[in-house]
């Protein structure tokens, strides 16, 4: 069975220095290997409530169908997140707060049908001495999720850039992203 990678984009800014790193990664996925990728800007969700203890959840709607579905249909998740703040920028963090909902739909079976697959993240940080570990909080956030979700955990491909562009300037992220993903 051929691969299918969900590229999740979570920057708030396109083709920003986390995106540049996922697409050289990807390149050296293998041809039978599917690719999708979502910007998550462009699938805006309503604001997350939690009411699991009281009125419980509908099945999900509009764009929120649209990610879930897409997010069930992957091999392969694949976190495309610049470090905000020491976090996940909003994008990913709201569409992450929605599995909370999606997992409450029996019939979804969100959680169940994740497990197994794998989870991967592209981060890159604006630490100028990468001994800084600014992204540390993400990417142990990112391996609780997919701990939580029985999923495998592929692990991090991190850069570190600040301006636009200075990605390239990383000689070990981009050569790290020639092998990620095999």
Same mark, same amino acid.
């Given at each position: 069975? +051929?691969?299918? &990678?969900?590229? @999740?984009?979570?920057?708030?800014?396109?083709?920003?220095?986390?995106?540049?790193?996922?697409?050289?990664?990807?390149?050296?996925?293998?041809? *039978?290997?599917?690719?999708?990728?979502?910007?998550?800007?462009?699938?805006?969700?309503?604001?997350?409530?939690?009411?699991?203890? =009281?009125?419980? &959840?509908?099945?999900?709607?509009?764009?929120?169908?649209?990610?879930?579905?897409?997010?069930?249909?992957?091999?392969?998740?694949?976190?495309? +997140?610049?470090?905000?703040? &020491?976090?996940?920028?909003?994008?990913?963090?709201?569409?992450?707060?929605?599995?909370?909902?999606?997992?409450?739909?029996?019939?979804?079976?969100?959680?169940?049908?994740?497990?197994?697959?794998? @989870?991967?993240?592209?981060?890159? *940080? =604006?630490?100028?001495?990468?001994?800084?570990? =600014?992204?540390?909080?993400?990417?142990? =956030? @990112?391996?609780?999720?997919?701990? &939580?979700?029985?999923?495998?955990?592929?692990?991090?491909?991190?850069?570190?850039?600040?301006?636009?562009?200075?990605?390239?300037?990383?000689?070990?992220?981009?050569?790290?992203?020639?092998v990620y993903f095999t």
């Amino acid at each position: 069975m +051929a691969r299918r &990678y969900l590229f @999740l984009v979570g920057s708030t800014r396109r083709g920003g220095n986390t995106e540049h790193l996922a697409r050289i990664a990807a390149h050296a996925l293998p041809e *039978d290997a599917e690719q999708h990728w979502l910007h998550l800007l462009d699938y805006p969700l309503p604001p997350f409530t939690d009411t699991r203890h =009281s009125s419980g &959840y509908a099945m999900p709607e509009g764009n929120a169908r649209m990610l879930a579905d897409a997010t069930l249909a992957a091999t392969d998740l694949v976190f495309v +997140a610049p470090t905000y703040w &020491y976090g996940l920028p909003w994008p990913l963090k709201h569409y992450l707060d929605h599995w909370s909902h999606w997992m409450r739909i029996p019939e979804l079976q969100f959680k169940q049908t994740l497990a197994g697959r794998t @989870l991967h993240a592209v981060i890159v *940080d =604006s630490d100028e001495d990468p001994a800084d570990g =600014s992204s540390l909080p993400v990417i142990d =956030s @990112l391996r609780r999720t997919a701990e &939580y979700m029985a999923m495998q955990w592929h692990g991090v491909l991190l850069g570190h850039a600040n301006r636009p562009g200075e990605i390239a300037n990383d000689a070990a992220a981009i050569s790290a992203a020639g092998v990620y993903f095999t």
